[in-house]
């Protein structure tokens, strides 16, 4: 975590300055655990029908559940990789599904993506963005895709920065959750990671890009808002 973040997280409580967190930082020697990648995770070489990028590095969004983006990272463990899968809204920051395996297929991808759905209840229309990988190229992905009547939208080959937000939260799994532990199992795993999720990014962590809000705190504010400018208008 860097230095605005925990600054952001501490000062609601503590009330101290910037200055005075990175200060005692460094007096106490903390800094971001980060490590480099281990592997990539995108399989593009296959024959399936690839979606035009719609985004370009555009990750600017108005309103939740109208352009999510999903990815696939992997976290070591005693009995091998576990493959973890997310969907993410570019509007709230808010991680919407997620799905953990061993195996990285698109039944992982599935998993993520009807959680997101069974949660936010998007409108036709709804854009999801990610790389070109067989597991969200494949005609059960797609299938489901086009169920729902979301619009797929995938990144130019080979370049990672296509999809930067789903990347940025890896980054933040990593090096807030992944590398301050040692898992002996799968299990163990996704049970730290969903706490991860579910107990702090989504309900506490700070973001810059909502006003260093937490992703409910602002999904709930942007509701009440919108209501309240419904009922103006009616």
Wanted: proline share 3%; glycine share 6%; hydrophobic share 35%.
């Amino acid at each position: 975590m860097g230095l605005d973040t925990l600054h952001q997280l501490v000062r609601k409580t503590h009330g101290c300055s910037r200055g005075r967190v990175h200060r005692l930082m460094k007096q106490a020697k903390i800094q971001s655990c980060r490590k480099k990648a281990y592997r990539c995770t995108t399989n593009s070489k296959h024959d399936n029908p690839i979606a035009k990028n719609l985004l370009m590095r555009n990750f600017s969004c108005s309103a939740p559940n109208r352009i999510w983006v999903g990815d696939i990272t992997y976290v070591p463990t005693g009995e091998g990789w576990l493959y973890v899968a997310i969907v993410k809204d570019l509007c709230t920051k808010k991680v919407a599904g997620y799905a953990f395996s061993k195996r990285i297929d698109s039944a992982l991808t599935i998993a993520a993506l009807k959680m997101a759905i069974r949660r936010q209840k998007p409108s036709a229309g709804c854009i999801f963005h990610s790389d070109r990988g067989v597991q969200y190229t494949s005609k059960a992905f797609r299938k489901v895709i086009a169920k729902h009547e979301i619009v797929q939208s995938m990144s130019r080959k080979g370049d990672p920065y296509d999809n930067a937000v789903a990347e940025n939260f890896f980054s933040c799994l990593k090096c807030e959750c992944v590398h301050l532990n040692h898992f002996l199992s799968r299990s163990s795993a996704q049970n730290e990671i969903f706490r991860y999720i579910e107990g702090f990014y989504n309900y506490c962590r700070p973001h810059s890009g909502i006003g260093w809000l937490a992703p409910k705190a602002f999904e709930k504010s942007f509701f009440i808002n919108h209501h309240a400018l419904s009922d103006t208008v009616a």
